[in-house]
């Protein structure tokens, strides 16, 4: 039947790398590639992650991910403050996610850099008295595609 498959067998797993990541989902995303928009909807879903909280995330899953203990993958629309220059809100009803560490630069597999991953913690309550909780989110943005003559990458926009 169509729409079956793999998922749910046994041994099967959605684990894209950083790269197929940014480079393909991410990709045709931002591009609006309409021939993929829907099957990539269906493997990670558009969601207002902050209006939630993570331990209720798992419902949301792509159909590739229902059932995965461990991660799930959301596109999360820009906020119209992010998208003018400023600091995303990462609030939630319950609590924040907190930036930890510097965001690092993904490579691709020929060693060029492609996008910024920022890993963020959850914490219950308000900062700065926030209580550490063990939820983790791993955020990706693309560098925009620039000619090769010029060796600065920006971010997507």
């Not at 907190?98 to 219950?124: D, E, L």
Request: glycine share 8%.
């Amino acid at each position: 039947m169509e729409g079956e498959g793999v998922v749910g067998a046994p041994g099967f797993r959605f684990y894209p790398t950083e790269e197929e990541l940014i480079t393909f989902y991410l990709k045709h995303k931002i591009q609006g590639t309409t021939r993929l928009l829907q099957h990539i909807d269906r493997v990670i879903p558009r969601l207002h992650v902050y209006d939630f909280y993570p331990w209720d995330l798992p419902q949301y899953a792509g159909e590739r991910c229902q059932g995965d203990l461990e991660q799930w993958f959301f596109f999360i629309p820009r906020q119209e403050k992010e998208a003018r220059g400023g600091r995303p809100s990462r609030l939630t009803s319950s609590g924040y996610w907190k930036a930890t560490g510097s965001p690092s630069i993904v490579y691709s597999c020929n060693n060029r850099a492609i996008g910024i991953k920022r890993t963020m913690v959850f914490y219950n309550g308000r900062a700065p008295s926030g209580t550490k909780t063990k939820w983790k989110m791993n955020e990706y943005k693309a560098f925009q595609e620039v000619p090769s003559s010029n060796s600065n990458p920006r971010p997507e926009v």
